[in-house]
């Protein structure tokens, strides 16, 4: 099988090889939203669940207009070849900034960067096998396609590319500088900093298993849906039992000066004259 494409640069002006009629290629619609295999295992969609409503707020604060985009498995095509998927990669979770996550008023079935020219400025890829995919930095020829590393480094050019381990409970986190990808360092937290988003990536230990969470730029750990609604309802019992106790104070002081008073009045004392 051949190309049809040379491969194509997310950032500045289309090559001056791809036809400048935006009609003449294909568009998320015309392109396939699934290459058909099986997630690798039961925790890649719980995982990506999470990273996306924890990050959610944070989003929304970073882009009032509602102008993001966040795949979970989604396709991105950078290159036009037969079959399609042969151009594409679907990273298992990955966000667009400035970009409406509608086209045509309709959700994205995937990304195409040919219609784009933005590319993502995360992905992350959750090792299923023993790491050589997510690392893989061979090019790609006339039929075969590239590795995700090579992609994600010289093809979208992403400006970071984080790989979780869970098996080994392993991090690593990626950031391009000059054209090449600089392995990471972790901060005082032990935290990878996304500063762009102004947040932080690390692993979290719950229940024996280990998980990647955001957190915020102090430290503090961002919460999902879920979890905020816990707090939330903690906070309201929190205050209840707080009013409660206030209550019973105000009481106990009360019907101890109401004792004081009929005291006082039994020996003909007047409280109020005190």
């Not at 929304?60 to 990669?89: T, V």
């Amino acid at each position: 099988m051949q190309t049809t494409q040379a491969p194509i640069k997310p950032t500045g002006s289309p090559p001056s090889n791809i036809p400048s009629t935006p009609i003449s290629l294909p568009d998320h619609k015309q392109l396939p939203d699934s290459d058909g295999t099986f997630v690798k295992n039961f925790q890649e969609h719980p995982q990506s669940i999470v990273l996306t409503s924890s990050i959610s707020p944070i989003l929304e604060k970073l882009h009032p207009d509602g102008r993001y985009c966040i795949g979970q498995d989604s396709g991105i095509y950078w290159r036009l070849m037969e079959p399609p998927e042969k151009g594409a990669e679907a990273p298992d979770w990955f966000y667009v900034p400035n970009v409406s996550p509608l086209l045509d008023g309709e959700y994205r079935r995937s990304y195409v960067l040919w219609k784009e020219f933005v590319a993502p400025l995360i992905v992350i890829e959750f090792v299923s096998g023993n790491g050589t995919e997510e690392r893989d930095i061979t090019p790609p020829t006339e039929t075969e396609k590239a590795g995700k590393f090579w992609v994600y480094e010289q093809a979208i050019r992403i400006p970071f590319y984080v790989i979780f381990d869970a098996w080994k409970d392993d991090l690593e986190a990626y950031h391009l500088v000059d054209g090449r990808y600089i392995q990471m360092q972790t901060n005082d937290r032990g935290h990878f900093a996304i500063a762009p988003m102004g947040v932080e990536l690390g692993l979290k230990l719950e229940n024996g298993v280990s998980w990647l969470r955001w957190w915020d730029d102090s430290g503090n750990l961002l919460l999902t849906g879920d979890e905020r609604a816990i707090a939330e309802k903690q906070a309201r019992l929190d205050a209840e039992a707080i009013a409660d106790r206030e209550r019973a104070i105000a009481d106990r002081e009360r019907q101890q000066k109401e004792k004081l008073a009929n005291y006082l009045r039994s020996i003909g004392v007047d409280p109020d004259a005190i």
